[in-house]
C-alpha cells in the first residue's frame, strides 16, 4: 500500500498533469474551465473515498447483522409455531418444557408451566426444540396435550 500515492497526491497529479496539456494552448477564456475540471477531479476523488469507506462499514454491519439473521431464522418458527423447547442454563439450570414467546439478541422470552420467564442470552446456553411439530392452539400450556405413559395427559 506504500507504493499508492495518497488521494491528494493523486488529485494534484491529475489536475497538473490537465493543466500541462493546456498550458500549451492557453487563453484566458480557458482558466475558468481547468479550474472547473481539477475541481471536479478533486470532488470526484473524495466521492470514491467516502463511498469506499461506507462500503467498509457497511460490511462490518452486515458481518454483525449474520448473527442477529441466524438467531431470527433460528427462534423465527419455533415462535411462530408454539414449538417446544428444552433450555440449558450457563448456571446448570433447565427448563425441560418451555414455549418461546420472543427473542432478540439480548434476552429470551418464555412461557413455562409455571408462567412467563425473561432470559437474557449470555446466560444461555442452548435452546434445543423437542419437535418440528407445530402446537395448536387452545388445548393446554403448549397448546396440545397427548397421553402419557401412566395414562394422564402430559404437554
Not at 500515492?5 to 474551465?33: G, Q, W
Not at 435452546?127 to 404437554?155: C, E, I, N
Amino acid at each position: 500500500m506504500a507504493d499508492i500515492p495518497n488521494l491528494h497526491d493523486m488529485v494534484r497529479r491529475v489536475a497538473d498533469f490537465i493543466l500541462s496539456l493546456e498550458a500549451r494552448s492557453l487563453r484566458p477564456e480557458h482558466e475558468p474551465v481547468l479550474a472547473y475540471i481539477t475541481d471536479a477531479v478533486a470532488a470526484e476523488m473524495q466521492h470514491r473515498k467516502q463511498t469506499s469507506g461506507l462500503a467498509r462499514r457497511l460490511a462490518m454491519i452486515g458481518t454483525a447483522s449474520a448473527s442477529a439473521d441466524l438467531e431470527d431464522a433460528f427462534y423465527g418458527p419455533l415462535i411462530a409455531g408454539k414449538t417446544p423447547v428444552h433450555v440449558r442454563c450457563r448456571d446448570g439450570h433447565e427448563i425441560p418444557q418451555a414455549v418461546v414467546r420472543d427473542a432478540d439478541a439480548h434476552a429470551l422470552l418464555i412461557e413455562t408451566p409455571d408462567g412467563s420467564e425473561l432470559l437474557l442470552a449470555r446466560a444461555i446456553i442452548s435452546v434445543s426444540a423437542h419437535s418440528s411439530t407445530p402446537a395448536t392452539s387452545g388445548k393446554g400450556w403448549l397448546g396440545r396435550s397427548s397421553s402419557g405413559p401412566d395414562g394422564g395427559t402430559t404437554p
